[in-house]
């Protein structure tokens, strides 16, 4: 009997990955903060693995390199690691934790907005909302002057309810580029490099990015890591055409893929998670990323890639739209933009500081 891959074979109740996971949406409400709230429940510890929907590759085990470290860089660990499983010490743990992505999104926006910029990028996810808020609080005198640019439903929602003018992307004419884009990110590793689209919204991400001069991440010390695949282990998110998802699939476990699975859109929506483009997410596990290729070593040989191997290889494979690895050059070497890898990534700490990882620097206290 064949299989339809599009089929998500068993609704029991699941842990909820995404709770906005069917379209990345979170509830649009008439004010603005009602969002804020909804960002406590938007997505739960990106440490666990995804539940099972369909997978189609056999688990290996996901053995590390030798070259790896398992231990977030610089001794820095999270808040999640040491939360307590009672429901009160799991609500201030949430809140300490949207607090520290304020406190991120505060620097960030401090440091990175200036009052003269009028093209505005905007991505998605839980700490998104707070750079909104924090540019909201700048006041109409210098918003109103400024167009805001949604990289999808969620980010266009905010940007309406903030009051702020909306623009789209596919507006802007050739070679126009946005001043600034800020956004959120499912784990960094040193390099800057970024998996994104834990909330489905990655495609439109990619496009708003690279459409700017300066794109600006936003995040809390979860997201600080060594490898990609380490303290993200849900898989890199791939956005594919429906019709190819069997293909795609095949190909991931060509590809050395420790396992592969359509995202469902449960709990919000059952059957498989649609993208705001209407396509599907495929979340593949691969052996951590490397930055570089150890010395007589192919790409993908045993599973083991490099960060930029595997994402020109993903991008080649037919059917794919687009994947969540953000790769490559960063705004400040490709000054009239085109970049997808940050100018600089804000993370908010547990103990209220907030670190900045740059190119140049490292990760330091901001
Ligand atoms: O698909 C979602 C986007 O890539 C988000 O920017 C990313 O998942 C980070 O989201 P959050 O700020 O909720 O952790």
Not at 23 to 34: D, E, L, T, Y
Request: charged content about 20%; proline content about 7%.
């Amino acid at each position: 009997m064949s299989m339809n891959p599009h089929r998500v074979t068993s609704f029991t109740a699941r842990r909820s990955w995404s709770a906005a996971a069917a379209r990345c949406v979170h509830q649009p409400g008439p004010a603005f903060h009602s969002a804020a709230a909804a960002a406590l429940n938007f997505k739960s510890n990106p440490s666990t693995p995804a539940p099972p929907v369909r997978t189609t590759i056999v688990h290996h085990q996901a053995a590390l390199p030798n070259t790896f470290t398992t231990q977030p860089h610089r001794n820095l660990h999270t808040t999640t690691a040491k939360m307590s499983t009672t429901p009160d010490a799991s609500a201030s743990a949430a809140q300490l934790i949207e607090k520290s992505k304020l406190l991120a999104a505060n620097r960030a926006v401090t440091e990175h907005l200036s009052p003269t910029y009028r093209h505005i990028g905007i991505g998605s996810g839980s700490t998104v909302i707070h750079v909104v808020d924090v540019i909201s609080k700048l006041g109409p005198a210098i918003t109103g002057p400024m167009t805001f640019y949604p990289t999808g439903d969620q980010s266009r929602d905010l940007i309406q309810a903030a009051g702020f003018r909306l623009g789209y992307i596919a507006d802007l004419s050739p070679g126009h580029a946005l001043d600034v884009c800020f956004d959120g990110a499912d784990e960094v590793d040193p390099a800057l490099n970024l998996i994104k689209g834990g909330g489905a919204c990655l495609l439109q991400e990619k496009l708003v990015a690279t459409a700017a001069r300066k794109f600006v991440c936003v995040a809390d010390s979860r997201k600080i890591s060594n490898h990609l695949g380490t303290a993200w282990k849900k898989g890199i998110p791939i956005e594919v055409f429906p019709m190819a998802v069997p293909q795609v699939l095949g190909e991931l476990e060509r590809l050395g893929s420790l396992s592969a699975q359509v995202r469902s859109g449960l709990p919000g929506k059952a059957g498989a998670c649609v993208t705001d483009n209407g396509l599907r997410i495929v979340d593949a596990v691969f052996k951590p990323l490397l930055t570089e290729l150890p010395e007589g070593k192919q790409e993908g040989e045993e599973g083991v890639w490099t960060v930029d191997g595997l994402a020109r290889r993903l991008i080649e494979i037919p059917g794919v739209a687009e994947h969540g690895l953000f790769y490559g050059k960063s705004g400040l070497e490709v000054e009239s933009g085109g970049a997808q890898k940050p100018v600089a990534a804000y993370f908010g700490m547990e103990d209220g500081s907030v670190m900045v990882q740059t190119l140049e620097k490292g990760l330091v206290k901001a």
